[in-house]
């Protein structure tokens, strides 16, 4: 078996920032797609990605190991890329494309027909390509579950910036920037009417108990005030992100 390129690697990188870690198998229809691309097989492709496994933080302090073994290559990706979400989001899906002998546009769904070609329409093009994986890769770090109302079904999800796209243009691809939230939970955040705290605490302003005509309801998040969120078994909410969303939540009270 020839050894693996950069280029391989890098779209196993891909995959693993895709797939929930408990449900990454040969099995699994991603992996079956992506090993088709680049003519390896499934079972090699699942090793790789649990390989890079190895590589991640979060994991081991979970006392997830991944794979033991691995290679040099797969190290000096993630060295490369790990802190650089923006950019192996990109051309990670450029690569991909490229593999199927197609534009990005075609394998991301993306249509531009309107825009002319330069350097807007690839601004744009990049935009999207990235906020795709960022929803992609919060949605599968926390397993497809809502982290607050344990919401399972991923129609009824979404990827929330902790701080707002418009406030860090360098952190909005990054998967430690997000938490994935019901649309509900997503609005209250983004209004300030709840926060994390950088400890992963719940906490529910006065203003938004004080909306709630519905003792049910209020009932409900009377509970999940204090309570943690479900964490993600990958790329955990940075406490430097949560703490600036708090401190921003603090001022509203």
């Known amino acids: 078996m020839e050894k693996w390129t950069r280029e391989e690697t890098i779209i196993a990188f891909n995959a693993y920032c ?24 499934p079972s090699a492709l699942n090793m790789k ?32 890329f790990y802190g650089n ?15 199927q002998g197609k534009s990005i546009e075609e394998t991301s769904g993306i249509s531009l027909e309107n825009l002319p070609q330069g350097k807007e329409r690839e601004t744009v093009i990049r935009q999207r390509v990235n906020q795709n994986y960022f929803r992609i890769a919060v949605l599968s770090s926390y397993n497809i579950r809502c982290c607050i109302s344990g919401v399972t079904k ?25 938490l994935c939230l019901n649309p509900f939970f997503h609005k209250a955040y983004d209004k300030l009417l709840i926060s994390v705290t950088p400890d992963y ?22 509970q999940l005030n204090g309570t943690k969120i479900h964490l993600p078994d990958k790329f955990f909410p940075k406490r430097e992100f949560l703490e600036i969303h708090h401190n921003k939540y603090l001022t509203t009270i």
């Open 85 to 99: 979400p923006e950019r192996l989001a990109y051309e990670s899906e450029r690569l991909i494309a490229d593999y």
């Open 18 to 41: 895709k797939i929930p870690f408990n449900q990454c198998s040969k099995a699994h229809p991603l992996v079956i797609k992506y090993a088709q691309i680049i003519g390896r097989s």
């Open 154 to 178: 991923a129609e009824l999800l979404e990827a929330c910036h902790i701080v707002d796209w418009a406030d860090d243009e360098n952190n909005r691809t990054n998967p430690r920037n997000g």
């Open 49 to 80: 990605i649990g390989n890079i496994g190895r590589l991640d933080p979060d994991l081991k302090r979970q006392g997830i190991t991944g794979l033991v073994h691995g290679a040099k290559l797969e190290q000096a990706v993630w060295d490369e």
């Open 201 to 222: 605490e719940i906490v529910v302003s006065d203003k938004l108990m004080q909306s709630i005509d519905c003792q049910a309801s209020m009932s409900y998040l009377e």
